[in-house]
């Protein structure tokens, strides 16, 4: 027999892994943005890029990521910001 607390840690849990994957999803989908943006715009500042995306910097910094671990990305400095930009 299932206990009441059971359940509801089985719901925790469940309700937890809901929120994992949308923001995966969420990432996923603003690295594909970001990709584009970069393509359509080249080298931009890494500051502005939730601005012109319209999305959360937290999500595009995860984005920035997720694309600088496939090597996609190129950083570079100047005057003390950092721009990103394609490597391909």
Request: charged share 35%; net charge positive; aromatic share 6%.
């Amino acid at each position: 027999m299932t206990s009441r607390q059971d359940i509801q840690t089985y719901q925790a849990k469940m309700e937890e892994l809901k929120r994992r994957v949308v923001m995966k999803e969420k990432v996923i989908e603003a690295a594909g943005r970001t990709w584009s943006y970069l393509r359509e715009n080249g080298e931009t500042n890494l500051t502005i890029l939730p601005r012109r995306l319209k999305e959360r910097s937290e999500i595009v910094n995860q984005a920035i990521g997720w694309l600088a671990r496939e090597d996609k990305l190129r950083y570079a400095q100047k005057a003390g910001k950092t721009f990103v930009s394609l490597t391909e």
